[in-house]
């Protein structure tokens, strides 16, 4: 059975740092984009950042700067370093990766659970 399984949440004060990860596990032959989402409460689900399968990255722009994706290729991981975090980075955080399992020939999104962060002012 394929997953994504994040980890890495918490409470954190403002100016504080969290690390998210977000393992793939199952029958995966490849791994396309990785992606990190959020979700406010009453907000809808914002792309936060993104990396390719090239380690090309790109960003939402209030976390320019301050959060990093990166990836290990090896673990089938995706990695959100967040610095400087502020009251409104406060939300569920869900990975999504475009998988290709084996048997298949076509990439499929999948996403991960979600990690609370909390971010007290």
């Known amino acids: 059975q394929v997953q994504l399984v994040e980890s890495g949440g918490g409470l954190v004060q403002a100016g504080g740092s969290l690390r998210l990860s977000c393992a793939a596990s199952g029958s995966i032959l490849s791994i396309n984009a990785m992606r990190w989402y959020r979700q406010a409460p009453e907000k809808q689900r914002e792309l936060v950042a993104i990396i390719t399968s090239g380690e090309s990255t790109n960003y939402l722009d209030s976390v320019k700067g301050r959060f990093t994706i990166s990836r290990d290729n090896a673990k089938n991981t995706v990695y959100l370093q967040m610095n400087s975090l502020k009251p409104e980075d406060t939300a569920v955080y869900y990975c999504?990766?475009?998988?290709?399992?084996?048997?298949?020939?076509?990439?499929?999104?999948?996403w991960g659970q979600g990690t609370q962060v909390t971010v007290s002012s």
């Open positions: 999504n990766a475009d998988l290709r399992l084996f048997r298949s020939t076509n990439y499929v999104p999948y």
